[in-house]
Nanobody, 123 residues
Framework: QVQLVESGGGLVQAGGSLRLSCAASGRTFSAYVMGWFRQAPGKDRELVAA????????YYADLMKGRFTISKDNAKNTVYLQMSSLKPEDTAVYYC????????????????WGQGTQVIVSS
């Protein structure tokens, strides 16, 4: 089992920044791809960014490139999502996920999920 706990969400004005954290625990989480997803009301859950825990490869959805940065701290078993130049359309619940996905963006390919953290960007 892998446990994931997100934190760092909140209310921020447009143009502002937030850093989300995902603390991982449990066995073999280091063998997984870690992904950040988000889900806005009435919309499907979508991939924001992903990182391979072992080799560190990064992936970003096109809409987030240049604004969001995913990183990890091996010592703290934590994955971060630094978000800058936030827009109202970034408002969503942000989820951390772990898995061995065949396709990075497939929600069903991730085995473990956190509880989510709400991000609200005001205009």
């Amino acid at each position: 089992q892998v446990q994931l706990v997100e934190s760092g969400g909140g209310l921020v004005q447009a143009g502002g920044s937030l850093r989300l954290s995902c603390a991982a625990s449990g066995r073999t989480f280091s063998a997984y791809v870690m992904g950040w997803f988000r889900q806005a009301p009435g919309k499907d859950r979508e991939l924001v960014a992903a990182i391979n825990w072992i080799i560190g490869n990064l992936y970003y959805a096109d809409l987030m490139k240049g604004r969001f940065t995913i990183s990890k701290d091996n010592a703290k078993n934590t994955v971060y999502l630094q978000m800058s130049s936030l827009k109202p359309e970034d408002t969503a619940v942000y989820y951390c996920a772990a898995g061995r996905p065949r396709s990075l963006s497939l929600v069903g390919d991730y085995d473990y999920w956190g509880q989510g953290t709400q991000v609200i960007v005001s205009s």
